[in-house]
């Protein structure tokens, strides 16, 4: 089945320092990944779209200058948190899906938990 | 995307079949109804999904009304590694964002 991973699975770091968060899919291509954010005990909130080959489409409330996303290849994007402060500690998840068929359901990564000290 | 309203909580014994309902009264002719779980520290496991057809599949069946307002996902013999999350949502297709509401947390017991 599709699998998607991510990297790193955690990380702990200081605030101001920038963490980057790569998302691959690894027996498939994706053109659209997605990334939320889920603060304990919330659900999932989308932050934002990422498309191959063009910018990222983010959700209202998401500052996009703050979360970088890249998606330069068609199994790889990244999710890059700028000067991280604790209040951007939150577990970081991505997901893709194939391109075979409209209606394929997308799939998620093990998602990153970042700790800003 | 149409809304979707499951109860917060379950509880089911080992063994037996875990019954969760969904509720999607406002969905929309072409939106499938997709079933994803969430284990506790890990991101969301997809289960089944389906667009009027019930559906079965090695993990669960799904069972979706004739007028498509509302569903229900089995858990045919569930074990005790099933404790968790379980969220109902309704999208046009894998292409678009995922709403996730609340889900509901099934929790099985011995």
């Known amino acids: 089945g599709a699998v998607v991973s991510q990297h790193p699975s955690w990380v702990i770091c200081k605030s101001g320092t920038s963490v980057k968060i790569e998302c691959r899919s690894l027996?498939?291509?994706?053109?659209?990944m997605f990334w939320y954010r889920q603060f304990p005990k919330q659900s999932l909130m989308l932050m934002a779209t990422?498309?191959?080959?063009?910018?990222?489409?983010?959700e209202q409330g998401v500052e996009k200058d703050k979360f970088l996303i890249n998606h330069a290849s068609l199994t790889l994007s990244t999710l890059t948190v700028t000067s991280a402060h604790p209040e951007d500690s939150s577990f970081y998840i991505c997901?893709?899906?194939?391109?075979?068929?409209?209606?394929?359901?997308?799939?998620f990564g093990d998602g990153t938990r970042l700790s800003i000290l | 995307d149409a809304k979707t309203t499951q109860p917060p909580s379950m509880d089911c014994a080992e063994g037996r079949a875990a019954n969760l309902p969904c509720n999607h009264s406002?969905?929309?002719?072409?939106?499938?109804v997709y079933w994803y779980r969430q284990i506790h520290s890990q991101g969301p496991q997809y289960i089944i999904h389906?667009?009027?057809n019930n559906e079965t599949n090695e993990m669960a069946s799904l069972i979706i009304t004739e007028d498509r307002k509302s569903s229900t996902l089995i858990l045919p013999h569930a074990t005790l590694r099933d404790t968790a999350v379980y969220y109902c949502?309704?999208?046009?297709?894998?292409?678009?964002?995922?709403?996730f509401g609340t889900g509901t947390r099934l929790l099985v017991s011995p």
């Open positions: 406002t969905i929309s002719g072409n939106e499938y």
């Open positions: 949502i309704v999208s046009l297709s894998g292409f678009q964002k995922l709403v």
């Open positions: 027996d498939f291509q994706a053109t659209t």
């Open positions: 990422s498309n191959e080959g063009s910018k990222a489409t983010y």
């Open positions: 997901s893709a899906r194939t391109e075979a068929g409209g209606h394929q359901p997308q799939h």
């Open positions: 389906g667009l009027k």
